[in-house]
């Protein structure tokens, strides 16, 4: 079963078509589903005997405000890993340079690069380094890489160059293999 969210492949023997460079980049989440359930029950047990102690001094309804609460912090968090669902899948072969992107909706915007005259762009700031990564041409400009942080950027920069400065050599043929 497919979810969509795949490159397609072609299935031949064409050394243009072989990748060179292909990335899977996603938004970073500190907490997964473990942490998650272990916050919301440490919340909703603060939050329920705190609760308690004010019913038992008469003031009922501060038992349903911490409910509410615990209910706000949980749909937070939802919206926060619904969010994470965001994908960019960036692919470059010797022919083509590809960034595919995929919402948290599920929405697909696909960018084709021609390799050989796309160029890559940064913008830096002294303190914190890279902040965006942007792949320009034919006067069009596209910003890539924003789930990384800085140094993540630079890592990823450094990748893609060396791949597009690949691509541009052409591919290598070699008929003994």
């Known amino acids: 079963m497919s979810t969509g969210n795949e490159i397609e492949r072609k299935d031949s023997d064409d050394p243009r078509d072989a990748q060179i460079f292909s990335a899977l980049l996603t938004?970073?989440?500190?907490?997964?589903?473990t942490g998650f359930l272990a916050v919301m029950l440490f919340l909703s047990a603060v939050s329920f005997v705190t609760g308690?102690?004010?019913?038992?001094?008469g003031a009922w309804p501060v038992l349903g405000f911490f409910g509410l609460d615990v209910l706000v912090v949980w749909w937070a968090f939802k919206?926060?890993?619904r969010?994470?669902?965001a994908r960019e899948e960036i692919t470059v072969t010797a022919s083509e340079l590809r960034v595919r992107r995929i919402s948290h909706h599920g929405q697909v915007a696909e960018f084709t690069f021609n390799p050989l005259?796309?160029?890559?762009d940064m913008e830096i700031d002294e303190d914190f380094g890279i902040e965006h990564l942007y792949l320009?041409?034919?006067?069009h400009r596209i910003q890539i890489a924003r789930f990384l942080g800085p140094d993540e950027k630079a890592s990823f920069y450094k990748g893609l160059v060396e791949a597009l400065n690949a691509a541009r050599r052409g591919?290598?043929?070699?008929?003994?293999s």
Do not use: A, D, E, Q
């Open 136 to 139: 320009v041409s034919r006067g």
């Open 27 to 33: 938004p970073h989440r500190s907490l997964n589903r």
């Open 117 to 120: 005259w796309v160029r890559l």
């Open 79 to 81: 919206v926060n890993f």
């Open 83 to 85: 969010t994470g669902r």
């Open 52 to 57: 308690i102690v004010f019913l038992m001094k």
């Open 171 to 176: 591919p290598t043929y070699n008929p003994v």
